[in-house]
């Protein structure tokens, strides 16, 4: 009798138990619910850290280990092959990643190559997606609005410029541009209004692209194919012919390499076209009156802004949007560092986990701190790490004014064709901009199609 009872007891206490597993289960979150091993591709390296983003990587994978019990596998990848290799593993059906880094100006490419899988239902599900600043979504999503990734942090671009030439600010608009540039080349023959990467691909993402959109163009349709050769882009080419020709654009903007920006450094251009993240290398800084702003590049995240942040605060520099059409409105090309789950993964709820993870406040803070880049998560961004003059000057200009990647099927080799036939055009006026532009946009077509 008594050994009935026991058995009995014992049996409710097992079925208890395992109630009790199932409910608490349910109750946690994905990420404490895991185990197990995640395979993820980074352009970081945890194994051998080398600069803050390694160094973070390596903090994070411990971390994750020690409060979830999954032990994260980071595969290496360099900067410059990460999206094409993760496009060769899911093509190749071979072993891709649970979860891999992306770079969102590479979403036309995965997009028409299937890489990744659409996370648009669960991205809108999940308790941080109100959180998400607009244009770093809009970075991830698709024109069809399909969201590939999800964003941890982004780089904008804008003009940085000095106010002891532009005491109004930049002019808005390239009309009111070019006629203070006449002023201030009048005033002093030696100086110029402007400098910047204007060659080579990466003029495309921080100045081409920007005017362009704001005549109106696009300089690549849906399907991936370039559309560049349209009036938006010939008044674009002919507002830059105008810059050097009457020598108003510094001719180191045109030149290989990085002497664009030493013009501005030494306080000879007024303004300079760059990005969030040029403040980097833009030290020390002389302003025109000849103050001198110091900043010593120690390879951590500067909340400052190292002598950009400086010179913010003396009130000798500005940031603002980059002048735009006549009656059009500034863009500022928004890249964003994102995480996504290609095609194939084998651990798509750890993967997500380990999103979710990512799109807390604090590990978005501590992820964009150490690439030095404004986070995605407003909440993130609002921290006091971002509250600094020169960060909210960002978040304003993003806020306000970004717009996504140029959707090519071939991201850097649209970009580069282009860039390469804008520069042709400037530094030879006499070829025809319709005919000089629809030969390099044929070129790319042919090559993609």
């Not at 849906?222 to 012919?241: C, D, H």
């Amino acid at each position: 009798m008594f050994a009935m009872k026991g058995r009995k007891t014992a049996v409710f206490l097992l079925c208890f138990a395992l109630v009790s597993a199932l409910l608490l289960g349910a109750l946690r979150s994905p990420a404490t619910a895991q185990s197990g091993t995640l395979q993820i591709w980074t352009k970081f390296n945890d194994q051998n850290p080398q600069n803050t983003q390694d160094k973070w990587l390596a903090d994070m994978i411990a971390r994750y280990r020690t409060e979830f019990g999954v032990q994260i596998v980071n595969t290496f990848q360099p900067f410059d092959q990460i999206n094409a290799k993760l496009n060769v593993a899911v093509q190749a059906r071979g072993e891709v990643p649970d979860v891999s880094y992306v770079d969102s100006q590479q979403l036309g490419f995965f997009d028409q190559n299937g890489v990744l899988t659409d996370l648009t239902d669960w991205v809108k599900s999940r308790p941080w997606f109100s959180d998400v600043d607009a244009g770093a979504l809009a970075a991830c999503t698709t024109p069809d609005g399909k969201i590939l990734c999800v964003p941890s942090h982004s780089a904008v671009h804008f003009l940085y410029y000095w106010k002891d030439v532009y005491p109004d600010g930049v002019p808005a608009t390239t009309d009111e541009f070019l006629a203070k540039a006449a002023e201030l080349k009048a005033a002093n023959p030696n100086a110029f209004a402007f400098t910047g990467k204007l060659a080579e691909k990466v003029s495309v993402e921080r100045f081409y692209y920007n005017l362009i959109v704001s005549y109106g163009g696009q300089i690549a349709d849906k399907e991936g194919r370039a559309v560049w050769a349209n009036e938006a882009t010939m008044k674009t080419v002919e507002f830059v012919r105008e810059l050097f020709a009457k020598g108003y654009a510094a001719q180191e903007s045109l030149a290989p390499g990085f002497d664009n920006e030493q013009p501005f450094m030494r306080g000879d251009a007024g303004a300079f076209v760059a990005g969030s993240y040029s403040y980097v290398y833009l030290t020390p800084l002389t302003a025109p009156d000849g103050t001198k702003f110091e900043g010593e590049i120690t390879g951590t995240f500067d909340p400052e802004a190292l002598s950009v942040g400086a010179a913010l605060k003396a009130g000798k520099l500005g940031i603002a949007p980059q002048f735009a059409a006549p009656g059009g409105k500034p863009a500022s090309l928004i890249l964003a560092s994102g995480w996504a789950i290609p095609v194939g993964a084998k651990n798509v709820e750890a993967a997500k986990a380990f999103i979710d993870f990512q799109m807390t406040t604090k590990e978005n803070i501590a992820y964009s701190a150490a690439y030095g880049a404004l986070p995605a998560l407003n909440s993130a961004a609002a921290s006091e790490e971002f509250q600094t003059p020169y960060w909210v000057e960002v978040a304003k200009i993003q806020k306000e004014y970004a717009v996504p990647s140029p959707t090519f099927s071939d991201y850097d080799k649209g970009i580069t064709l282009l860039a390469d036939a804008i520069v042709k055009l400037i530094t030879d006026p006499s070829l025809d901009i319709m005919a000089t532009l629809q030969a390099a946009q044929d070129e790319y077509n042919a090559s993609v199609e």
